[in-house]
DNA sequence: CCAAAAGTGTTCACTTTACACCCATGA
DNA sequence: TCATGGGTGTAAAGTGAACACTTTTGG
């Protein structure tokens, strides 16, 4: 019967996102400082709790929502934490998801309000309870997926250069890249689309802007190829 | 403060198992008849809640060892799944985790107990709720796990033969494999040690019995190399 | 002696890697 | 005019895929 649901513990469901960013200094992480005991003044990541009527996914986007101002943002579940005394206050487990928006897109004042501010990846203050790992875990997890999935071009605004992306690429599997074999590999995906600017911030000879072809993308997927974003060594 | 904690809803925590097995006639999910409502008598995965006192993993421990009898079994968890509706009774979210064991090894009488039985993997029966999606994410990290590191031999006995080893990554991977390129490929690897004895039980001729040679392996991982266990395509 | 499964090498195509110089332009 | 970043091609090595016959032995 409806029986063995009864004297189950019911338990505080947290979600936790890694918030991933990129500008041409690298791969960045949006952190805010926790403004509450325990742990209060330090390093977090943006989190909340489960509500009975909305699905892990709707808990996610909504706390990401919150921070940031974004929805339809790409946004993946990564692992359940669920070590015992992982929170000190209370039993809690944590659904920690990841998310990629474009650093240039979210809401200035909603940084202040929670006290927000861009890490870059490699240089990240200590976090509170187990959100290191949860870091790790999906630094580990966008390498992966970058690898299989045209997931680059969801940290980048809609037109970028080839060097940007190099750089991105390079961020991500954390190796430096061949310039001409990187290039070379992207544009035989055929997936680009170059436009005629050029950007000339930050070079006088100016780099050509590119823009990504999700439908050409479709259209390979649905014909099966195998798109492979693999890192090439330098 | 730790107001922050409170109002917050209070979940049940489900864990359900996705257990692999392995005989010569392909890969095998371990399945059991749920014995009380709703879904009576309906195919289903192992399934429990999560204790206050407890890990996740260490409930998911628990429940395979319930069903299993066994301990210290390749474990690893999947996915939260966190639909609103996925339990008609109750609000539940479950993790599942997906477990790798040879099929010789577990209790019998537990079987009986919990009306269990196997099922080829390419012919299950209707599943409860949301399980036939989590059954579907357990193949394709399968497929994942088993191309990048050695899981496979968690679902063979300690000596196993080349054919049942290719039959094993055919079922994994779905797909038939060339047996000069799979012998060679895995071979090369030097992570097995070739014994002396033949199985005799499904050919004249009889084939070697290998063992996967765990401390190699390490020493691979430890220098560096990175192993691959990709399909070979027929 | 034969059926049935185990075992064995080579070739070709393709992919990956390594590598160095010219171009365009603003200061 | 020169410093800076953008852009380009080729050859050599390595990897993946295709493919067919011989061996062993129990019945």
Chains 1, 2 share one sequence.
Not at 97 to 105: D, E, G, K, Q, V
Not at 182 to 210: C, H, P, V, W
Request: net charge negative; glycine share 6%.
């Amino acid at each position: 019967m409806t029986e063995q649901y009864k004297n189950h513990d019911h338990i505080l469901v947290a979600l936790d996102c890694i918030i991933f960013g990129f500008d041409r200094s690298g791969l960045k992480l949006l952190l805010i400082k926790r403004d509450f005991e325990p742990e209060k003044g330090n390093w977090s990541l943006m989190g909340g709790f489960l509500n009975r009527d909305e699905s892990l996914d709707d808990a996610a986007n909504r706390i990401l929502h919150k921070l940031t101002g974004l929805k339809n943002v790409y946004l993946e579940q990564l692992y359940g934490f669920g070590e015992v005394d992982r929170d000190p206050v209370e039993r809690t487990i944590s659904i920690a998801y990841y998310a990629l928006i474009n650093i240039r897109s979210h809401d200035k004042e909603l940084m202040d309000k929670y006290d927000a501010r861009w890490f870059p990846i490699d240089d990240l203050p200590d976090l509170i309870f187990d959100h290191g790992e949860m870091v790790k875990a999906a630094k580990s997890r966008l390498k992966y997926r970058a690898s299989h999935e045209p997931v680059g071009f969801e940290l980048l605004p809609e037109k970028f250069t080839m060097p940007e992306l190099q750089i991105l690429y390079e961020g991500i599997y954390e190796t430096e890249l061949d310039k001409r074999n990187f290039r070379r590999r992207i544009l035989s995906m055929d997936i680009l689309t170059k436009t005629n600017e050029k950007q000339k911030k930050y070079s006088k000879k100016g780099a050509f802007l590119y823009k990504f072809n999700e439908d050409k993308y479709e259209e390979k997927v649905d014909q099966g190829d195998s798109l492979t974003f693999k890192p090439i060594k330098l």
